[in-house]
DNA sequence: GAGCGCATGTAAAGGGTTACATGATTCT
DNA sequence: AGAATCATGTAACCCTTTACATGCGCTC
């Protein structure tokens, strides 16, 4: 459950919206921890029923934003500096890849060249993020540098699941005699 | 929802019965899509309901083992052709990389340092698990192929968290003015 | 004044985790 | 005989997703 300490993480930048926060939950974290309005909203009135959080103001058309509290911050901060990070990786490609004996050759060929794709281009994307944050572009605050940091992971594991594409496809370990013979691959980057 | 179609991965291989399953699905798949005995036993019972799976064998102690049937085989391989991957990367290392400048420094640099250590020992892990494979020692049929092939994909994906990691503590981008003056990092393996 | 985007929510159904419960077999 | 482990399940609770519902304010 970390949908809790993302909403505070946001709050702790500053006031804002359920509205609000269900774009940049999407936009900035969408990849990483999806998360839809019904389930925010939700979570907000628990976390202002608990204090962590208040109304800061009442907007336009009903609009509520929220602060974080001097309780709330406190517990973010609990909750990074605690060591317990679940090491889980979901991700589907990994998943389906256990099941790849059971693909159509050319199905699979096909299959790997859109991963590639898919990744190399996500990894183009957040290159020029990146690059345009070096160039100050967004800023040069803590929240600005912790968030290079973080595009900073996505572009090295987005590469290393195009690169991990591209090896197997080039390897073409389901219909070949690859394995048990042959030498093991470099892993060069 | 996965844990349908990972169920049917694991009865391709042959009958089994969801106490194995659940302990399969710890071990091989456990780091990558966790799911407790509970959940198996209900899906098991709902694809069974449906006529993917049937019951194959009574064995001992109540024992049920389950057979996959041709639907459920056909709905699997549709499963794997349909291009419909979601991409959606549930890593809570890259969640809390949003939050660093949250974070005392002192506090940050030991998280980066675990982070690293435990990303470099998974990685060591697998390749010890791929060297075994590469050598034969688990057969070279198509599931072992595939396996390995998932096998790799963990080793680039821990690999590229530990770089990460490495990078980070070294850049020390949360205390310093690295950003907004110094030139891009290089991308190194 | 029509239409779009803002903004909040409820409802229903399903997915997932943890705790509880039970009994059978095998091992020592 | 006692302990460990095999094996299946139920119950309660929470998280997550999708669909439905509503109304305000701004722009054209």
């Known amino acids: 459950m970390s949908l809790r300490h993302g909403l505070l993480g946001l709050l702790a930048e500053g006031p804002a919206s359920g509205y609000d926060l269900a774009r940049r939950f999407q936009e900035a974290l969408g990849s990483v921890w999806p998360a839809q309005h019904p389930r925010i909203y939700a979570e907000l009135a628990r976390l202002a029923d608990g204090g962590l959080i208040e109304v800061d103001s009442h907007g336009p058309r009903g609009r509520k934003a929220y602060r974080i509290t001097d309780d709330g911050l406190a517990e973010v901060k609990r909750w990074l500096a605690a060591g317990e990070v679940d090491h889980t990786f979901r991700v589907e490609t990994l998943l389906r890849a256990y099941f790849f004996w059971l693909m159509e050759p ?50 090295r594991v987005n590469d290393a699941l ?22 093991p691959p470099e892993h060069e980057a």
Not at 145 to 152: F, G, H, N, T, Y
Not at 163 to 183: I, K, L, Q, V
């Open 162 to 183: 195009a690169s991990w594409a591209r090896w197997a496809e080039e390897t073409d370990p389901m219909s070949s005699e690859t394995f048990g013979t042959a030498p």
């Open 106 to 155: 050319e199905t699979l060929r096909a299959h790997l060249r859109a991963e590639r794709a898919f990744y190399e281009e996500t990894a183009g994307t957040l290159r020029a993020y990146a690059g345009a944050k070096d160039r100050g572009e967004w800023g040069t605050g803590p929240q600005a540098r912790a968030m290079r940091v973080a595009i900073e992971a996505g572009i």
